[in-house]
């Protein structure tokens, strides 16, 4: 069992949240009202179907784009750029192919001019996705997983308060999905960030979350909220687990006869 530590995550709060595209001269609905609280530390899993604005909903809170309309909040204060206390960790790694894992993780910090006088959170965050003998490794040379682990990494290093996840295990194969899924929980158990998680895997939204929220088709709007009661480490045979992952499949329209 991990221990659990203090929360240093913020709460997220979204009121109202519209957003379109331009869309051949058109535009293009793609978020409709969305409201959605997010306690301090809290592991939220959104599901829906392909292209329902999941994405786009990760990309507003991070700041990387401003909602048509309605208010997004991180603690008291309106989101209206992007900053470091919020980090987006994408699908691909996107790691720099010329920087060692060493230098792509200290990119944050290289950035905002940190890395003389705070360089030892390069070691910290390596060591907590355990890359600590691979600083000097260049992204080629590492596994799919070891990869992401890198990409985690760059994120941590920046002490995020809110970490949202736009199906960072997509790519990897199945075994590695299973690994990485236990490793990145129990990050969070370690670390408790506010975190956002956006994936097509029920299995793994239960798995993670503390909650599951799920969307419709676009322009998407919010139409269930399930609570994960189980406790952690959860196991995907359990009885109260299936009975979930029947319930997420049902509110997304799929066939449960299996």
């Not at 987006?88 to 192919?97: A, E, G, K, N, S």
């Not at 010329?98 to 360089?119: H, K, S």
């Not at 075994?175 to 129990?186: C, K, N, P, Y």
Request: proline share 6%.
């Amino acid at each position: 069992m991990v221990a659990v530590a203090a929360t240093r995550g913020a709460p997220v709060r979204l009121s109202k949240v519209c957003h379109r595209f331009d869309f051949h001269g058109q535009p293009l609905p793609v978020l409709d009202a969305i409201d959605l609280a997010v306690g301090p530390g809290e592991f939220v899993a959104l599901l829906g179907p392909s292209g329902c604005g999941k994405s786009t909903l990760l990309r507003l809170i991070a700041g990387l784009e401003r909602p048509h309309s309605g208010r997004i909040f991180m603690g008291g204060e309106e989101i209206e750029t992007s900053g470091p206390s919020r980090i987006l960790v994408f699908q691909d790694p996107t790691l720099y192919p010329w920087r060692t894992v060493r230098q792509n993780v200290a990119l944050g910090l290289e950035a905002r001019g940190l890395l003389r006088t705070q360089g030892r959170r390069v070691d910290d965050a390596l060591r907590q996705v355990g890359l600590e003998g691979f600083d000097r490794a260049y992204p080629h040379q590492l596994s799919g997983g070891m990869a992401q682990r890198a990409a985690l990494a760059r994120a941590l290093v920046n002490e995020p308060s809110v970490m949202l996840m736009d199906e960072p295990l997509a790519n990897l194969d199945s075994m590695t999905r299973m690994s990485m899924q236990g490793e990145l929980m129990a990050l969070w158990q370690r670390e408790r960030f506010t975190a956002l998680l956006v994936t097509h895997d029920v299995e793994e939204a239960l798995y993670l979350a503390e909650r599951v929220v799920v969307l419709s088709h676009r322009p998407s709007r919010i139409v269930a909220e399930l609570a994960v009661d189980l406790p952690y480490p959860r196991h995907r045979g359990n009885e109260r687990f299936v009975e979930l992952r029947h319930r997420v499949l049902e509110e997304l329209g799929l066939q449960v006869d299996w």
